[in-house]
């Protein structure tokens, strides 16, 4: 596994470590630090993670400590398509004038249940959540393909070397610990002030 240094992670995913530090004290990442437990650094793929979750935050204005926590929800449906978002954010990365069908992710909210992660193309997801039938109160997604030309293109400005087979093996992160509603309130109200 390819390790970043705090520095190297800081650049890629353009956070400050005084801001990194008071998100790990928070919950607010979307993957677990524990520098004594797991040693220090950084992997990629949670720099990838770390795109996401801010993203979430910028396009649909949702609190940190929550897009952290769907952020974190996703690494296993990533993988499913994990191949596919190398190739397409590759693609975006290089640019293209062709129209690139974009691997998208989120998360699909639903009444009295547990939420569902999601992951493929719209039209894929769209199905999924017909599939799920009533109770559906709304989901959310951004582009997972977008975020890896993005991560493509912060590595290369900051000479950090992504190697191939990134986008082949499985994904290295440490797991965010899941949240409940009640603990979840408890960060919200910890992040506030």
């Excluded at 470590?17 to 524990?34: E, K, S």
Aim: one cysteine or more.
């Amino acid at each position: 596994m390819v390790t970043l240094t705090r520095p190297q992670f800081c650049a890629v995913t353009e956070v400050d470590h005084v801001t990194l530090g008071n998100m790990i004290r928070r919950g607010q990442t979307p993957f677990a630090v524990d520098q004594k437990a797991s040693g220090r650094g950084y992997s990629i793929f949670e720099a990838y993670l770390m795109l996401l979750a801010r993203t979430l935050v910028r396009v649909h204005h949702i609190e940190l400590i929550r897009s952290a926590e769907i952020a974190g929800s996703l690494p296993a449906v990533l993988q499913l398509a994990w191949q596919e978002i190398g190739r397409t954010g590759k693609l975006l990365a290089g640019g293209t004038d062709r129209p690139v069908v974009e691997i998208m992710c989120g998360r699909v909210e639903r009444a009295g249940q547990l939420p569902v992660a999601i992951c493929g193309t719209d039209r894929a997801i769209d199905k999924d959540v017909r599939a799920l039938g009533g109770g559906v109160l709304g989901s959310v997604r951004i582009s997972a393909s977008h975020q890896a030309a993005e991560l493509i293109q912060r590595a290369q400005r900051h000479a950090v070397e992504i190697p191939s087979e990134f986008w082949s093996a499985p994904l290295m992160y440490r797991p965010r610990p899941s949240t409940t509603p009640a603990e979840f309130a408890a960060l919200a109200e910890a992040g506030a002030r």
